[in-house]
């Protein structure tokens, strides 16, 4: 007796649990899928490319498409759906999903597999899928063979529900759903679905308790106790509505804010002089970091991106530090915390301003010694910039915070971008949205995470990286020119890891040999490697060209505009601006 279903049966029911699913999960939030092509994935493909109302994007390289969809999801906050086939397909997403479950980002990855049956017996393009990302997911599951029988429709919709719940809780992260078809995978002739109709169904947000008012007369009468504070503000997922909430707290309790630049406290309208946007240079100074002694640090959101500022946290141990994280967890890689509230920053906030009150006059002298010593290392970097006739990395910083329009989007990479943005951006008037992959903090897949970024924002994005991780992500330029997205990469090229000059490597290891080993020169002409992708590019080296260059770019269009650095004078600058502030410091401090 044949007990195998008739090919077409097995087709039909791979394609119903197919568009039972998708339909599902776009009811329940999804509005954007990103595609990678496969066989095993057709029946998933075909459900995803003919649903009216999901917007996809199909990319030939899976790790840049990870990363586009990450780069979508965190500007977006709405989670994005990532497909693939079977075998090492799935495993080129890893570096996307493990920064996805760090920087707390929704994603709902779908990877296709072989039925059960042929796993483990050698057949093609198979491998372990189930526990491709453990450890990295909020949820993970695999489905049955949709022609194994059963009620399709209703496990495939029940399913999709639970991965966006999943995606969106708290935290938010990526969720994982393993999914093997038996062949053949899709009836032929294929025939498109019809929907007359589409609903969308009411996707509820976790719930908030709010805290009873007895409760936030005590909080705010602990906070208010504290004349030292300070709320220190890392990256996070971005909340629009925190900027005002945090600053009325601080102002309320005469506190300073240090604020990441993956925070959205340095820019907008509603700036604060309690905004310390000078701690990482003020605070390598060490007469200024033993004085600025706190008594509590209030900490919201991930690892401040300045090892300054970590290690000014460590320089007090007696200092109590809340960490204030609405999700499960312990983001405390110090051990500091002496207090958890699990609520969201933003409440936070909002409940500790709700009875206004003057600051104590002890409060207002310890905010004026921050302000004062933010200003002193303003104008003491200012001046270095102002004096120095090359073009670095710090004017690049400058530049781009001075220059980008109100509104725009600034993808930051690691290493020594993001920390030349915290150090010399400032603060600015006109709104900025800056996206850091501060999770991991890899360097990887940045090119396609600016376009998912740029995509989803629809006015102007700037990716900042330097070279490596330029190159890092070359395929990202290809998916760029077959997307036809908008958007500008600058590319400070210093010819190889710039980053390692600042570490001890660079003294206690023999140059030629820290060459080879660490900084790594390439040599790689990338305006070649860009124009050859369909991007145009120029160089720029002079702040006044660098100007013109990018309003040019930012008119639309794949552009990429390279600054040729010297990696020795950027580092000899980088130390002679520490030292200018520390002197100005110590000199302006004592007076």
Not at 11 to 32: D, I, K, P, Y
Not at 399 to 406: C, F, G, K, M
Not at 521 to 543: E, N, T
């Amino acid at each position: 007796m044949d007990d195998r279903a008739h090919p077409q049966d097995v087709a039909t029911a791979n394609l119903r649990f197919a568009r039972a699913l998708v339909g599902e999960l776009h009811a329940a939030g999804v509005a954007r899928a990103v595609i990678c092509p496969g066989s095993r994935s057709t029946p998933l493909a075909l459900a995803l490319a003919e649903h009216p109302a999901l917007t996809c994007s199909v990319h030939v390289d899976e790790r840049s498409a990870a990363f586009y969809a990450l780069g979508y999801a965190k500007f977006s906050g709405q989670p994005v759906l990532l497909l693939c086939t079977s075998g090492t397909a799935g495993a080129n997403f890893l570096p996307a999903v493990a920064e996805a479950h760090h920087a707390r980002v929704p994603l709902i990855v779908l990877t296709a597999d072989r039925p059960p049956e042929l796993r483990s017996w050698g057949a093609a393009q198979t491998m372990e899928q189930r526990t491709l990302y453990s450890g990295f997911t909020r949820w993970a599951e695999e489905a049955p063979c949709p022609s194994e029988g059963g009620p399709p429709r209703a496990y495939a919709t029940a399913l999709a529900r639970r991965a966006v719940y999943a995606a969106v809780g708290t935290p938010p992260g990526p969720v994982h759903l393993n999914l093997p078809f038996r062949e053949p995978l899709a009836p032929s002739p294929f025939i498109p679905e019809e929907r007359h109709e589409l609903t969308r169904s009411v996707r509820g947000s976790p719930e908030q308790i709010e805290i009873a008012a007895a409760g936030r007369a005590a909080l705010r009468s602990e906070l208010s106790g504290v004349a030292q504070g300070v709320l220190l503000f890392g990256p996070d997922p971005w909340d629009a509505c925190l900027a005002p909430a945090a600053r009325a707290l601080a102002e309320s309790l005469g506190w300073p804010i240090l604020a990441d630049p993956a925070s959205p406290l340095r820019n907008g309208a509603q700036r604060s002089e309690s905004v310390i946007s000078r701690a990482d240079l003020l605070l390598r100074e060490s007469s200024v970091a033993t004085s600025l002694r706190p008594d509590l640090i209030v900490r919201f959101g991930g690892q401040p991106t300045s090892a300054t500022v970590n290690a000014w946290i460590a320089r007090h141990p007696q200092a109590d530090v809340w960490l204030v994280d609405d999700a499960a967890g312990f983001r405390d890689p110090q051990h500091r915390a002496t207090r958890t509230l699990r609520t969201s920053p933003r409440q936070f906030c909002e409940l500790a301003a709700q009875q206004p009150a003057t600051p104590s006059t002890a409060a207002r002298a310890w905010l004026v010694r921050w302000q004062q010593a933010n200003a002193i290392a303003h104008r003491a970097a200012s001046a270095a910039l102002a004096a120095e006739r090359q073009f670095l990395t710090p004017h690049l910083a400058a530049a781009l915070s001075a220059e980008l329009p109100d509104g725009a989007v600034l993808y930051a990479a690691n290493s020594m971008v993001i920390r030349d943005i915290d150090a010399f951006s400032g603060q600015r008037a006109a709104n900025l949205r800056l996206l850091a992959n501060r999770g991991v903090s890899g360097i990887d897949g940045l090119v396609s995470c600016a376009l998912g970024a740029a995509a989803a924002a629809g006015r102007p994005a700037v990716l900042w990286c330097g070279d490596l991780a330029f190159l890092h992500d070359v395929s990202g330029l290809l998916a760029g020119d077959l997307l036809g997205g908008d958007l500008t990469i600058v590319v400070s090229n210093d010819d190889g890891g710039g980053i390692f000059e600042y570490l001890p490597q660079a003294e206690s290891v023999p140059r030629a040999l820290f060459e080879r080993v660490f900084a790594v020169p390439h040599g790689a002409d990338l305006g070649r490697v860009a124009r050859g992708f369909g991007w145009h590019a120029v160089r720029s080296g002079s702040a006044g060209d660098f100007s013109q260059e990018l309003k040019r770019a930012l008119a639309g269009g794949r552009q990429v505009i390279e600054v040729p650095i010297d990696r020795a004078a950027n580092t000899a600058f980088h130390r002679a601006i520490y030292q200018q502030v520390s002197t100005a410091l110590r000199t302006e401090l004592a007076t």
